[in-house]
């Protein structure tokens, strides 16, 4: 019989609704509160809190990532908070409502942290996003940081650059006071929102490689350095098929994927997982983001010769009504011409040319394919030439 | 000089605002008013309307399509319209303003039909659709159309199906009667839009050589039988990547794209126009449909053995409030498992799926790799496996 170690609710919300019944009726056997203590791979068990061992004869981890908190004073303290689990996002929500929160800082401006800040201003908390960086969302270029940055600021959200958290203590007039690097600034919630890292304790432990990234290492059917021991999901690396690399890319979407190919080939049939592109996408009010492929640094890194546009056009037709203007950066290789990577940003259409263009990657197609792809063009949804035509034909000037 | 011999204002939308000066700033000479009757090859001239002739060394024909008007009585009476010119929309818009028309019929039920319903709905005028077909949008599949027909009927328009119009008259109670084959209804204004043909006239009397769909035959480089003289857009034959057959796909961003072409290589470059995979959208009030690639009928016609599936999915994730329901069709060869043609219908979505399609269609690409494409996920945007992954997943199954 197939177990399943871990906490149902904690981690998997897709599973929030199966109970441990449910599972048992479709032949798994759910062990709870009873964490992986080690892996004994040569007597193919696993022990667990409680002492006792369960035998396997295929093992899966799937033990995610856990938040980043930064070693400074006072992150124990009640009222900061990682958003990483379910439960994460039920007492946040919880301690906000109870405490009758007015004011929050997000350290960390990456996608997690911008996402908050919709979360956050819908409740109408005055919400400040601090980060160590110059700008918000640094896989995004300057430029587009830059429409990021307006869009907070057009609802109220402030961003502080270039400021490190230093210690929390408690508040005077709010409930903590955050020290920082510029000045201090008081809040009634602190939510720590600068990045995950993989969970390969348990891994590492058991021998098992891993990988430059950080992540557990695999193969493209997702087994580790063990045959008979898998891996999926964000604890795990993943190929990226633009850098020709073994990364870690920790989104679910990219975990669905991987579980489901490991399954294939624990039940007897053969699949590999191909690998990604590295599309990702974030909303951020009114406004849509997403990349994908590599930016210049990484496609340097990479081996390839990198060129580079930006272009603003329209999502829809100009004679339309509403928010229209949307920016696609386009980074291709000066060498084939072929493209690298994307991003965009923009009221409407960014996410779905951010799609289109992710095929493109995976298909490897040049600029002049990209510059004349067919795509079905409406008024309503497109300009008749399209964004990406233009940024294409842009960057095949430069090359 | 280069000259430009027709009617700005008549049939290119994109240069109304480009007066006849504007042009002759750039160095071009513009005839209007003045129609070509005759090309002379062997002279290299063209013979003007007023019995003048216009030397060449290299001609571009971009003489369009006209709207096919069915030949039953009554068709040139006031009231009746085509949609295909710019003035033929004034004319209409203030015919019906003038007469204060209440009820309008559409004889036509493509998608120009179905796009004027919302037009005419949101001027309150009562819309029926007739169409000879037992369904609207039949490049769409029956499960599609009936999306539409209940789309349609949410905004109170009628459609009739199995309808075939067989005369105009002057009306009793409206101004005009149509006497069908299934009755008579009586309206203020008629619209046909049963399809355009191409304007070869010209082109085939000059010994020009007519592709097999009726429009002007051409190459990659978009030049005709004669090397010096070349066709571009709704009056010429494109390549379609799928079929691999040159057809009549009579769409503005295709002639766009062949009018850039034409000009590289006749300014003494060398570009080629790559075809199309037929990509096509429409917007039917709160409804977005779009196709692309070819269905069954079309892919038993060009060898291959086609399979198919429709599914329906969620363009965002479930849990968001708002209209999300989305049915995606694919079309695949079971020989191969390429992907043959895709269809899409729905509130949110339906357009940019069909776009990432349109670019897998171009990449000759098979099931294997669109059920795992990653895209740029996020809840406002997607589901973690997208209905695209579904559906390709689907059809995978039956291959």
Redesign the interface.
Same mark, same amino acid.
């Given at each position: 019989m197939p177990y399943y170690i871990g906490d149902v609710i904690k981690d998997e919300k897709?599973l929030v609704a199966r109970t441990p019944e449910k599972f048992r009726e479709t032949g798994v056997d759910v062990l709870l509160e009873n964490g992986v203590e080690a892996i004994d791979r040569a007597q193919k068990t696993v022990r667990l809190a409680d002492g006792s061992a369960v035998p396997y004869d295929i093992l899966v981890l799937g033990t995610g990532t856990e938040a980043f908190v930064p070693r400074v004073p006072g992150v124990g303290m009640e009222g900061v908070f990682v958003l990483k689990t379910l439960p994460d996002a039920i007492a946040m929500k919880s301690y906000l409502r109870e405490k009758q929160c007015r004011k929050a800082v997000i350290v960390g401006a990456g996608f997690i942290g911008l996402?908050m800040c919709e979360a956050l201003r819908n409740l109408d908390i005055e919400t400040e996003v601090i980060d160590l960086s110059i700008r918000p969302a640094t896989r995004w270029d300057p430029e587009f940081s830059k429409v990021m940055h307006d869009e907070m600021t057009r609802h109220a959200v402030r961003f502080s650059p270039n400021t490190g958290l230093t210690s929390i203590e408690e508040g005077n007039y709010r409930r903590l006071r955050l020290n920082t690097t510029r000045g201090e600034v008081e809040a009634d919630m602190i939510l720590l929102a600068i990045g995950v890292k993989p969970n390969v304790q348990l891994a590492a432990d058991a021998g098992l490689q891993i990988g430059k990234s950080g992540a557990i290492q695999v193969d493209f059917s997702q087994r580790t350095s063990d045959e008979d021991v898998y891996a999926v999901g964000d604890c795990c690396e993943v190929y990226h098929?633009v850098s020709r690399k073994w990364t870690h890319i920790p =989104?679910?979407?990219?975990a669905?994927?991987q579980g489901r190919v490991a399954g294939v080939n624990i039940g007897g049939g053969a699949a590999i997982? &191909?690998?990604?592109?590295?599309?990702?996408?974030?909303?951020l009010f009114d406004l849509?983001a997403?990349?994908?492929g590599i930016d210049e640094a990484e496609a340097k890194r990479s081996g390839y010769h990198p060129v580079s546009t930006i272009i603003w056009g329209n999502a829809i037709a100009h004679s339309l009504p509403g928010e229209k203007r949307l920016g696609i950066k386009l980074v291709a290789d000066r060498a084939t011409g072929m493209l690298l990577g994307a991003q965009a940003a923009g009221v409407k259409?960014a996410?779905?040319r951010?799609?289109? =263009?992710?095929?493109?990657l995976?298909?490897g197609?040049r600029l002049e394919?990209i510059a004349?792809?067919?795509?079905?063009?409406?008024p &309503?949804?497109?300009t008749?030439?399209?964004p990406i035509h233009i940024a294409a034909r842009d960057l095949m000037k430069k090359i």
């Open positions: 897709s996402e098929r =989104l679910g979407d990219v669905n994927k997982f &191909p690998g990604v592109v590295g599309a990702q996408s974030f909303k849509g997403a990349a994908t259409g996410v779905e951010i799609n289109t =263009l992710s095929c493109a995976w298909a197609m394919d004349v792809l067919d795509f079905a063009y409406a &309503p949804f497109s008749a030439w399209d």
